[in-house]
């Protein structure tokens, strides 16, 4: 009996992500939510511009590549064109928070019947190691290099916090994916986040907490660990907003 | 001979599109061009189409990005300093090879600028208008029948070639009332294999993208895209000669600015100038070869523009110095009259044996 | 008995596999060398697996097939 094994709508080829990146655990665990739901015949991606964009290769869905930040509006366009098809955007810390903030929160109000998967991983990785709108307080970047000074650039975005002040989101729930069970939770968030879609509830927003061990300059265990010890007090986990269950 | 009905510019371009079978539209209020989108309010609901003000001009051209990569009819519509802010998508549509209609009712510029019409976006649509090697199929109306009939060839084209196309008109076309006759030819519908609609598990997935990291491929794909151009080129050109036969004396001028000539061509006609007009239908491709043949017998053109002087650079490239080419302009939301352009045209007759 | 099979050439040596596993089954194969340059991950110690899929879990490239 096979207890674990690759989805059909992961694609089988290697990832350029780095030894011990994230990327690659949220890409699985979409890509396996797509075969539980039976979707991926009418399913939609969006990839970002970051560490991610190539993520139009690894998903064996039909792909669409988007401008930095704009992968909400392309969303948009593509449900509205189909509502039967099922759409999601893969966008990283840069792309959601950033520079596509305006996107991010507009398709939200509108309560766009899409599912996003925010990877938030405190830094731009495709660059190089810049400050990310979520680098936390204090984090050397290397447009931080003397640590990430409030006072000068500002706090980092709670987007999950932001985004449940706003009437239009269904659904939005912050995960980690630094062990075992934190990856089974957010397994759980980003099926409930593709089934809000299936059901035309709304807007689905799930950000998971992930490493970037090659520009945190730490080994891939480190990383996960500061995931517990730094990024987990700063961003708390768990459900935000669930407009179904209130 | 169909009924006519009296439309503003603005809204033939709405019911234009309509007819042609777009149910798709996004964009952002900016004048001069906003009754495009209040018409499109109106009736999309009606039809089963979708209206969507974006956030911005920015979300608008990524919408159509979306809808055009799932092979339907889609525009947006706008006026110059949104057009600026659609760049990024309309690079990103050329990228990716994406049909879609974008409306350009422009206004004068640089810069905030004013709401009064202008010719001042020609470099812009005509020379890319973002980063990259790209071009539109740009089309410039000069009636409202014309906003209408090039709004539906502007998606057939695009549906053809896979390319955006751009409606350059200005805010005078946009807010003249004319009548209008909406019985239009529509191209059979082109097959879209490479839309991205779900895979139904039936073949390959399909991926729309810009992103080309090798060198070798990114340089292929825009050897093989230009060589499409080139058949846009050679098939496309589309123009109108007035009183042509026997000029010795050219005008180049499209759009408003051509009307305002053929005012005064008549009138300088009637004072025994031989002068016509060689009105560009489409900017890109520019009917290079017209004008080329033009400086062949007449003694000089006259490029009439409401601008600092755009079309003019792609009509002295068209006759390669053969004949003298000078401006005759307004700048910044002013249209030139009649009277200016005759005066132009009778300094041309004065100083010019060929 | 649960059997662990790898796509060793996809793998990229990060262990997160080796951290996970509750038994001690992987480890970090010193000798060898992928095509990807890596050090891929092996099975040391089978005999002990339980079939969690805890590695396969934390594996980012997907390269964790397990099977009771």
Do not use: L, Q, R
């Given at each position: 009996m096979v207890v674990f094994d690759k989805p059909h709508a992961l694609a089988d080829v290697p990832m350029h992500y780095c030894p011990g990146c994230t990327h690659g655990i949220v890409h699985r665990l979409v890509a396996e939510v797509i075969d539980e739901l039976g979707i991926e015949g009418k399913t939609i991606g969006i990839a970002p511009v970051g560490c991610s964009v190539m993520a139009y290769d690894y998903f064996n869905c039909d792909m669409i590549e988007a401008a930095h930040g704009r992968a909400p509006a392309v969303a948009t366009g593509v449900k509205r064109s189909d509502p039967n098809n099922i759409v999601f955007t893969y966008q990283g810390d840069g792309d959601l928070?950033?520079?596509?903030m305006a996107e991010t929160v507009h398709s939200a109000a509108r309560n766009e019947n899409i599912t996003v998967i925010f990877i938030n991983n405190a830094i731009y990785g495709m660059t190089g190691g810049q400050m990310a709108p979520t680098s936390l307080p204090g984090q050397v970047t290397q447009t931080s290099p003397y640590g990430r000074d409030v006072n000068a650039c500002g706090f980092p975005i709670k987007v999950c916090e932001m985004l449940s002040q706003l009437d239009g989101p269904e659904y939005l729930e912050r995960v980690a994916v630094n062990n075992v069970k934190n990856v089974k939770n957010a397994k759980k968030a980003i099926k409930k986040a593709f089934e809000n879609q299936v059901n035309n509830k709304g807007f689905s927003l799930v950000e998971v907490v992930s490493s970037c061990p090659t520009n945190w300059g730490l080994t891939p265990k480190k990383a996960l660990e500061w995931i517990d010890e730094k990024m987990i007090p700063y961003y708390p986990l768990g459900v935000y907003k669930d407009r179904s269950a209130e | 001979m169909s009924d006519k009905v009296l439309m503003k510019g603005n809204e033939a371009i709405a019911e234009a599109a309509i007819i042609a079978g777009c149910r798709h539209y996004f964009g952002y209020p900016i004048t001069p061009q906003t009754e495009v989108a209040a018409y499109m309010a109106k009736r999309m609901p009606k039809i089963g189409g979708t209206f969507l003000q974006a956030e911005s001009e920015i979300a608008a051209i990524n919408m159509v990005y979306g809808v055009a990569s799932t092979g339907k009819r889609v525009m947006t519509s706008s006026s110059s300093p949104g057009i600026s802010l659609k760049g990024e998508g309309i690079s990103y549509l050329a990228g990716a090879d994406l049909p879609a209609l974008i409306v350009n009712v422009q206004r004068g510029g640089p810069g905030l600028g004013g709401i009064q019409p202008s010719q001042s976006d020609y470099f812009q649509a005509t020379k890319g208008g973002a980063h990259g090697d790209f071009h539109m199929i740009v089309l410039a109306p000069a009636s409202v029948q014309e906003m209408a009939e090039l709004t539906v060839k502007g998606f057939d084209l695009a549906d053809k070639y896979r390319m955006t196309t751009m409606l350059l008109a200005d805010g005078t076309m946009g807010q003249m009332m004319e009548p209008v006759s909406l019985d239009f030819d529509i191209a059979e519908t082109v097959e879209k294999p490479w839309a991205t609609t779900g895979t139904k598990m039936e073949r390959e997935h399909n991926i729309v993208n810009s992103l080309f990291l090798q060198p070798e491929a990114l340089e292929r794909t825009n050897f093989e895209r230009f060589e499409r151009y080139k058949v846009v080129e050679e098939n496309e050109v589309l123009y109108e000669e007035y009183m042509m036969d026997d000029a010795e004396i050219c005008i180049a001028a499209f759009g408003i600015a051509a009307r305002v000539s053929k005012n005064a061509i008549n009138e300088a006609r009637k004072q025994g100038i031989k002068v016509g007009l060689i009105r560009p239908i489409t900017l890109w491709p520019f009917p290079s070869a017209q004008f080329a043949k033009a400086a062949e017998r007449v003694s000089s053109i006259i490029s009439v523009e409401l601008s600092m002087g755009q079309m003019i650079e792609d009509v002295k490239l068209a006759v390669e110095g053969k004949v003298p080419v000078t401006l005759c302009n307004r700048a910044g939301g002013m249209i030139p009259s009649p009277e200016q352009v005759l005066e132009a045209i009778k300094a041309a007759n004065n100083g010019g044996d060929k | 008995m649960a059997v662990l099979t790898f796509k060793t050439d996809k793998c990229k040596g990060c262990g997160l596999c080796v951290d996970a596993c509750p038994k001690g089954v992987l480890a970090l194969a010193t000798d060898k060398i992928n095509k990807k340059g890596h050090h891929p991950v092996e099975a040391v110690n089978p005999e002990a697996c339980i079939a969690c899929a805890f590695c396969a879990t934390m594996c980012p490239d997907c390269i964790i097939k397990v099977e009771r």
């Open positions: 928070a950033s520079i596509g | - | -």
